[in-house]
């Protein structure tokens, strides 16, 4: 299979002097955050943060559009350009193209600049191509954009998910939450002081607040809102999370109030924050990996007045707590983010289908470790914002005692999400036994 990744392994943009930064232009910016993504795996906001910081408000803004407009946009783009080019493009053109065409497509920008200021891009990172980009981004702006595309190329999804989705819940469910996938997010908080009046106060400013109807935590603000203008947020008021993981978080049982609740791979914090407010005479014990996470974590939790929590850093593979210890378990195992790729369009092309399975085998580890430390009479949620049915029911096939199950498929007010309550005394059968005995 050709990822989009081995398209863009080959070359990573050798930049001429005078190209680099402080001088980088937006277009020449975006071409390099995007190399970065594609070749390298670089998450998109990581490379905006680095690169984006140099330039000034109007033109960061410019360069988030265009990244992020590529990123959701990269397969209708593909198929407009190509049909005007004769040859593969090398791997810089071949982004300036995707940039180019989104400017024509998706932006006010006129096609004049949008032509000359892509092209003078290409000048700078690989003079050869800069002809070939001219010629192909003027065909495009003389043209219709296609009116006929693969049923991928419309859903924007690489054409293994969109196969994996389509094979799983149907062609119509796809392409209604593909169109969902598309668009930019509303801002989803969940929100720590009375959500009614919280409301009434942001209605009174201009901003149109809806309470969301996954969790009471939850409010939903038009897309863009800016969170630090909004009122509380130096108070840690709310914090910034979707209402279907909010769902995940309010599914969870705890049978003693002051029992001890692990939130499992906790970093940033938004459901350990959520446990925090919700169970505030438990206990809470905030799990994570990667060291470098942890401060933002800590940062988050003090923020947030979270101070019935307490942060470690250990492998969930291998927790350093005692057999059946905890009273209730958060578990949000890492996995594809195939959920939440409107907000994270990168996620697209950060996993492929085998990086999925090694993702499940990931996440089954992490359910059976947490399965050790939990009390009989406890219980846990499994979670991930990944709906590929492979990390999803596959996960918890062979676990006793599921309590519940539920797949949110995303839609234009929530991420797509997938969550299991397990009992404490569930067990786990291996998959090679459930198939022996069938
Ligand atoms: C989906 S994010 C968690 C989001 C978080 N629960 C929240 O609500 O803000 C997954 C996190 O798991 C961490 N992680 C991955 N593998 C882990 C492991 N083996 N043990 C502990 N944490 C892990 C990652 O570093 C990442 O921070």
């Known amino acids: 299979m050709t990822t989009v990744r081995a398209l863009f392994r080959s070359q990573v943009a050798n930049l001429l002097p005078g190209c680099s930064l402080p001088n980088m232009s937006v277009r020449q910016a975006a071409i390099e955050i995007l190399n970065r993504v594609f070749s390298d795996r670089i998450k998109a906001g990581e490379a905006l943060e680095s690169i984006g910081a140099t330039f000034q408000d109007r033109d960061r803004r410019l360069l988030h559009e265009m990244v992020y407009g590529v990123l959701r946009r990269f397969y209708s783009l593909e198929a407009d350009f190509s049909r005007f080019s004769r040859v593969k493009p090398d791997p810089v053109s071949h982004i300036a193209l995707l940039t180019g065409t989104y400017q024509l497509r998706h932006m006010r920008i006129p096609t004049h600049a949008a032509v000359s200021e892509t092209v003078s891009a290409v000048k700078c990172l690989q003079p050869k191509a800069a002809n070939f980009v001219n010629a192909v981004l003027r065909r495009v702006a003389e043209s219709e954009a296609p009116k006929k595309l693969k049923p991928h190329q419309r859903m924007e999804l690489p054409k293994w998910i969109y196969t994996e989705w389509r094979d799983a819940f149907g062609a119509e469910a796809v392409s209604e939450f593909g169109q969902a996938l ?22 009174g400013m201009g901003i149109a607040a809806v309470a969301g109807e996954l969790s009471p935590y939850a409010v939903l603000l038009p897309s863009g809102t800016d969170v630090a203008r909004l009122p509380g947020f130096e108070e840690g008021a709310f914090t910034v999370m979707d209402q279907a993981a909010q769902a995940s978080v309010m599914a969870l049982e705890l049978s003693k109030p002051d029992g001890l609740i692990l939130d499992i791979c906790a970093a940033p914090g938004g459901k350990a924050s959520l446990l925090a407010h919700r169970f505030s005479s438990a206990k809470i014990l905030a799990i994570e990996l990667n060291p470098r996470r942890i401060p933002r974590l800590r940062e988050n939790l003090d923020r947030l007045n ?84 492979r990390e999803n029911e596959k996960v918890i096939e062979g676990v006793s005692e599921l309590r519940a199950a539920e797949r949110l498929l995303p839609s234009e007010s929530h991420d797509g999400f997938f969550f299991a309550r397990i009992g404490g005394s569930a067990s786990i059968q291996s998959i090679s036994e459930c198939e022996s005995h069938e």
């Open 182 to 203: 598309k668009e930019p997010p509303k801002l989803s908080l969940a929100l720590f002081v009375d959500r009614e009046s919280w409301i009434e106060t942001v209605t």
């Open 306 to 389: 979270c101070s019935n929590v307490t942060v470690i850093q250990a492998d969930a593979g291998t927790l350093p707590l005692r057999n059946q210890s905890a009273d209730a378990i958060m578990l949000d195992a890492p996995c594809s983010a195939s959920g939440v790729l409107r907000r994270h369009p990168d996620a697209k092309f950060m996993h492929d289908s085998e990086a999925v399975e090694r993702l499940a085998d990931v996440q089954k580890t992490l359910i059976s470790e947490s399965l050790r430390v939990l009390n009989p009479d406890g219980e846990m949620i499994y979670a991930v914002c990944s709906v590929h049915p």
